[in-house]
């Protein structure tokens, strides 16, 4: 069973910027993809962003432009870099891996956008 554990949520302003990580117990390097989704209050969870275990990444329109996913196969984590970030990103994010056969899931960080 792996683990996953988000960090790096947190209070910035509109325009700031927030790298958030998600730490795995085991190997990411078998997953087939690694992503980060969000929810907020009343809507239902959405996909924010993804990167495949060859290194292809796939953004929600919302965020194209604004949002970065990577990962750092050494040290079993994804990150999410989001810049120039607007009250409509509030929201909890988690972090997904998938294999062929299981599907993981973190609790979840919280970002708030907010002056």
């Known amino acids: 069973q792996v683990q996953l554990v988000e960090s790096g949520g947190g209070l910035v302003q509109p325009g700031g910027s927030l790298r958030l990580s998600c730490a795995a117990s085991e190997s990411i390097f078998s997953m087939n993809f690694m992503g980060w989704y969000r929810q907020s209050p009343g809507k239902e969870r959405e996909l924010v962003a993804l990167i495949t275990s060859g290194g292809v990444t796939n953004y929600a329109d919302s965020v194209k432009g604004r949002f970065t996913i990577s990962r750092d196969n050494a040290k079993n984590t994804v990150y999410l870099q989001m810049n120039s970030l607007k009250p409509e990103d509030t929201a909890v994010y988690f972090c997904?891996?998938?294999?062929?056969?299981?599907?993981?899931w973190g609790k979840g960080t919280l970002v708030t956008v907010s002056s």
């Open positions: 997904r891996a998938r294999t062929v056969v299981m599907d993981y």
